[in-house]
């Protein structure tokens, strides 16, 4: 184990703080959540008091016996300096002192510039594409990658102004379109840490499968190998509703809205929060960013804070930001058997307690609410409007017809077959239409099945008479499934429904249409359904 620990000085030189920091007060605390900023701390002894240490000047932490391509732990810049006596001045003389060392870290870069350029005059355009603009601005010139930018799941935006505003307020504006994570990291390009580090951006969904660890951790003793697999000294779970709220009054430019989740206020309670989003100009985008926020804030948050030990070279094998595998024997909220989870914070000591052979290493990592949705993968459901089949025994992969003794679907399923009892079936986008004696007994439905956050519209028909059906929007595999919402609805009106995925990924919903009430001797049948992803 040998640590250490380099300052840029005033000259823009970096040069190692040897033999003046006390190694078992090292304790770095890094962030990688929302560009929230960490801090550490390190006291630096200056016996003769000739010591200075500037103002937002880099500072880095290296374990030269850890993984040559990644060996720094800490990286950010000075804050503020106390400087006093200490309480180890003992031979230091009338001079002596401590030189208390407050550091940020490396997302503290976020908030350093404000956006001047007239590039910052953004138009419409998807989140990820006003990400990789930002990385290649003016402002963000510390950041020079984007290794860690999640292409997947675009969010179209509004035309946006951001001049005056901070690269900060940039991230913060996508995140809120597309459920992201962001921040700042640091990286090796080359074996040299001191001229071989750059920064990169990370912009990514907590589910992603990028940036993994390839350590894993357990208490489960059998499995520990100190190689691939870590012994967990504390797992702590913490399940927080203080996130969930069912409503949400929003502030556009210019513009409000409100709306709510009423699966949230059944699961929960009915609370509402207030949200700004001064970038969103259009009553349209206002009403996306809504109804994503709420489906974000329909879970609980799931919060472990681990301790666990790594030998000097493994120590950057889980690092701030990074997917890690994870099993413990008292935690079955998680799942079963290993799961992934990612670190948001990381602190790092040298073990004391174990003879300094390895490090302590604690941390917070967000952990996904095991997903209400029904299993499997899906691609999630491209916008468009699909209308009536117009030919027996077909799907679309949307829209079901299901009639008794056959199979109803509750996920895609392509080589769905079983019809529609008795149809009329429509040509060129008309409306196909069932007899409706056929219809009380439940044993006929339409049901469309769609991938994805999203608001689904449909529209029932009849050839004579406004006539009622109920519908229901469901969620999960059966005997456990879900209903989300339910509600009635009259031949020829559009039926709205707002489709949240809980938080989950890729979750499948299906909305179950049925008639009811009296049969008419008109005929009852679906006319159109049109997809709208969030």
Request: glycine letters at 10%; one cysteine or more.
């Given at each position: ?368 609410v095991p997903s209400l949705c029904a299993g499997g993968t899906y691609a999630e459901t491209a916008a468009g409007t699909y209308g009536a089949l117009n030919s027996p025994g077909t799907t679309n992969n949307v829209i079901y017809y299901c009639s008794a003794g056959g199979f109803y679907p509750e996920v895609p399923t392509p080589s769905h077959q079983r019809g529609w009892a008795f149809m009329s079936w429509g040509s060129g986008g008309t409306p196909d239409y069932g007899q409706t ?98």
């Open positions: 184990m040998a640590i250490h620990y380099w300052l840029r000085d005033a000259t823009g030189t970096v040069v190692e703080v040897a033999g003046r920091i006390r190694a078992l007060t090292e304790d770095d605390s890094v962030n990688a959540e929302e560009g929230s900023v960490g801090m550490f701390r390190v006291e630096i002894d200056d016996p003769d008091g000739t010591y200075r240490v500037g103002g937002h000047r880099l500072f880095y932490v290296t374990e030269d016996t850890a993984d040559p391509m990644d060996q720094i732990l800490a990286l950010g810049y000075t804050q503020e300096r106390v400087i006093s006596r200490g309480d180890l001045v003992e031979g230091y003389g009338t001079s002596g002192r401590v030189i208390a060392v407050d550091v940020a870290d490396a997302n503290t870069i976020l908030s350093r510039r404000v956006m001047t350029g007239s590039d910052a005059n953004r138009p419409a355009e998807t989140d990820v594409a006003r990400v990789r603009w930002l990385v290649m601005t003016n402002e963000a010139s510390l950041i020079v990658d984007s290794r860690y930018l999640d292409d997947s799941g675009p969010k179209n935006m509004d035309a946006a102004d951001y001049r005056g505003q901070m690269l900060m307020n940039v991230l913060e504006d996508c995140a809120e379109a597309s459920d992201k994570n962001y921040g700042v990291t640091w990286f090796q390009t080359g074996s040299d840490p001191h001229t071989q580090t750059a920064v990169s951006f990370f912009y990514l969904f907590s589910g992603d499968d990028i940036w993994d660890s390839t350590a894993r951790l357990t208490n489960v003793g059998a499995e520990v190998d100190d190689a691939t697999t870590f012994v967990v000294a504390t797992a702590d779970l913490t399940q927080s509703p203080m996130r969930v709220f069912s409503g949400i009054y929003a502030n556009g430019d210019g513009i409000t809205d409100y709306d709510q989740l009423l699966s949230t206020a059944t699961a929960f309670a009915r609370r509402d929060t207030i949200m700004s989003f001064p970038n969103v100009k259009s009553a349209a985008k206002l009403q996306t960013r809504i109804t994503r926020m709420l489906a974000s804030l329909a879970t609980e948050e799931y919060r472990v804070a681990i301790t666990f030990f790594m030998r000097p070279a493994d120590v950057n094998r889980v690092r701030p930001g990074m997917r890690v595998q994870v099993k413990f024997s008292h935690l079955p909220e998680l799942g079963s058997g290993y799961v992934w989870v990612r670190m948001l914070t990381r602190q790092v000591t040298m073990g004391e307690d174990t003879g300094f052979a390895f490090y302590r290493v604690s941390g917070v990592f967000s952990a996904e004696p056929y219809w009380p007994a439940g044993s006929q439905q339409v049901r469309l099945i769609v991938v994805g956050d999203g608001s689904l519209t449909f529209t029932m028909v009849s050839t004579g008479g406004a006539q009622s059906f109920d519908w229901a929007l469901v969620h999960g595999l059966s005997p456990g499934s879900t209903i989300d919402s339910s509600g009635t609805g009259s031949a020829g009106t559009p039926v709205v429904v707002p489709v949240s995925s809980h938080g989950g990924t890729q979750c499948v919903h299906r909305v179950v249409v049925s008639m009811t009430g009296t049969a008419t001797s008109a005929n009852f049948g679906f006319s159109t359904s049109t997809w709208t992803p969030s």
